[in-house]
């Protein structure tokens, strides 16, 4: 059989590199798409490739195959990353989210909180912390997956940390505890960034860094998922409920609250909703 033409496609950050048919196979497969549907989609989506065409309209064409499905799960799935997008503008939503997974990790969170470093006052994003360990998360949200979080925000989060831990209030908070100096993001980082993050000894944590343990990881090993990732709310809903305060799908049908309900839903489209939930949730 003849090899097929390689054909250039263009990343977010504007970079051209050679489309690669097991990168999208696997990104279906790890969002529990059907082998007999990754083969259907990937063969639609290899025959409509052209020269130059970008990732986000790969994804879209991706995706709009697996919101027909009968089944919305691995459609909800697929859609994590740019769900964790529109978590912004700001990064807000993304540092509870954040919170949440460390939660469900079995740590104590603290989200927001002040504490005095040697110099100045510090707002920390996230700390997080059980018998043995503090994890200390700096977290730099973009509203882009092209953009990385580079040398500059490594060395200024690096000066952070080391202020913080001078301080009385940090000391307090950390005897006998192993530190965790976590820079966090929700894109990339750049080479540099991670020369030096090795060296200095911060923990960095991106989408798909490093190979084991990052963002992607920890998101599927807790099973937690944004609620901009449901298929059944819209744009304005799900910006109505992140206002509130509430970033979790399974949050939205906690039995103590059913937030849900408030909304003006149509009873055919609150039981829509919610199974969406509960399936993707892995809910009774």
């Known amino acids: 059989m003849e090899k097929k033409k390689d054909i250039y496609i263009v990343k977010a950050n504007g970079e051209r590199e050679i489309f690669d048919i097991s990168k999208l196979e696997d990104s279906l497969t790890r969002a529990g798409t059907s082998p007999e549907l990754v083969k259907e989609i990937s063969d639609k989506i290899e025959n409509s490739l052209v020269e130059g065409m970008k990732t986000k309209d790969i994804y879209k064409k991706a995706f709009s195959f697996l919101i027909k499905q009968e089944d919305k799960t691995p459609a909800a799935k697929y859609s994590v990353r740019r769900a964790i997008l529109d978590l912004g503008p700001h990064g807000f939503p993304f540092e509870?989210?954040?919170?949440?997974?460390?939660?469900?990790?079995?740590?104590?969170?603290?989200?927001?909180?002040?504490?005095?470093?040697?110099?100045?006052?510090?707002?920390?994003?996230?700390?997080?912390?059980?018998?043995?360990?503090?994890?200390?998360?700096?977290?730099?949200?973009?509203?882009?997956?092209?953009?990385?979080?580079?040398?500059?925000?490594?060395?200024?989060?690096?000066?952070r940390f080391d202020d913080l831990e001078k301080g009385d209030s940090f000391k307090n908070i950390n005897e006998g505890k192993l530190r965790k100096r976590v820079l966090l993001t929700?894109?990339?980082?750049?080479?540099?960034?991670?020369?030096?993050?090795?060296?200095?000894?911060?923990?960095?944590?991106g989408w798909n860094y490093p190979h084991k343990g990052n963002l992607q990881d920890l998101i599927n090993e807790t099973g937690l998922h944004p609620l901009t990732c449901l298929t059944t709310l819209t744009k304005k809903e799900k910006?109505?409920?992140?206002?509130?305060?509430?970033?979790?799908?399974?949050?939205?049908?906690?039995?103590?609250?059913?937030?849900?309900?408030?909304?003006?839903?149509?009873?055919s489209r609150l039981k829509e909703v919610s199974d969406e939930i509960k399936v993707l949730c892995k809910l009774d």
């Open 96 to 159: 509870d989210f954040v919170g949440e997974i460390f939660r469900a990790r079995g740590y104590q969170v603290e989200v927001g909180k002040t504490v005095n470093g040697f110099c100045v006052m510090h707002e920390m994003d996230v700390v997080a912390q059980n018998e043995k360990e503090l994890w200390m998360i700096e977290i730099k949200f973009h509203n882009n997956v092209g953009v990385k979080s580079d040398l500059k925000t490594a060395l200024y989060v690096k000066a």
């Open 186 to 205: 929700n894109t990339k980082f750049s080479s540099r960034a991670i020369q030096y993050g090795t060296c200095a000894g911060l923990t960095l944590i």
């Open 239 to 267: 910006q109505e409920f992140l206002n509130q305060g509430i970033v979790l799908c399974r949050d939205l049908t906690a039995s103590d609250k059913n937030i849900l309900k408030t909304m003006k839903m149509t009873d």
